[in-house]
């Protein structure tokens, strides 16, 4: 259980309805919706993914975050992999903005910020990454177009050879429908499907070779 101490600041988003910045015993964590969407939490959350794709021992240069929110993944990015180049990708400028105020986001180094919407941005893209994190959420809820066959091949295509791509699902009974399905578009655009469940979420990741 986690006991709320403050609630440090309160916004309402076009794009995330309301969000706020609460600090509990545990640390300063970015809820939107109900859901933790930055802070130790979802740090706990993505440190478990990231150290298994750093024991397989690619070669981690060039990374792509979508969905950057308040920047907690990128700071786990920058201590696993110090010399990489970061582009995290948000469309809502007011989490971005939060993350800067009362995370560590303007602290992280090698880090280009795109305020954009994801799944417009990347058919645009024409270079490739090594590692990228797909960690998009309305509240609880993935948006549809960034479950797309069409769009994952698309992150596929943005791999460079033996990159990994890294989503982030929340796992619980009322999602399971979903997971499966995400489950099973990943295995027929993936070869290689691995997953990990820290917390109450379930973390794909998903090899190009």
């Not at 009362?102 to 990454?129: C, M, P, R, T």
């Not at 099973?184 to 379930?202: C, D, Q």
Request: net charge positive; proline share 3%.
């Amino acid at each position: 259980m986690f006991k709320l101490i403050k609630i440090l600041e309160e916004v309402n988003s076009p794009i995330n309805g309301k969000i706020q910045v609460v600090r509990t015993l545990e640390g300063t964590r970015i809820l939107a919706g109900g859901l933790s969407q930055s802070g130790w939490l979802v740090k706990k959350v993505w440190d478990t993914a990231l150290k298994k794709v750093k024991k397989s021992g690619n070669d981690i240069s060039q990374v792509l975050i979508l969905g950057l929110g308040g920047g907690s993944a990128a700071e786990l990015v920058q201590k696993y992999w110090p010399n990489s180049k970061i582009v995290g990708v948000d469309v809502d400028p007011l989490m971005i903005n939060l993350g800067k105020k009362y995370l560590s986001l303007h602290e992280v180094k090698n880090l280009k910020i795109v305020e954009a919407d994801a799944e417009k941005w990347v058919k645009k893209q024409q270079g490739s990454f090594d590692l990228i994190l797909i960690d998009i959420y309305t509240g609880y809820h993935t948006p549809d177009k960034f479950k797309t066959t069409k769009f994952l091949k698309t992150i596929k295509d943005l791999l460079s050879s033996g990159g990994v791509a890294v989503f982030n699902h929340v796992d619980s009974p009322s999602r399971i429908t979903d997971k499966y399905q995400l489950e099973s578009k990943l295995s027929r655009v993936f070869p290689v499907l691995k997953s990990v469940t820290p917390e109450a979420n379930i973390i794909f990741l998903c090899f190009k070779e």
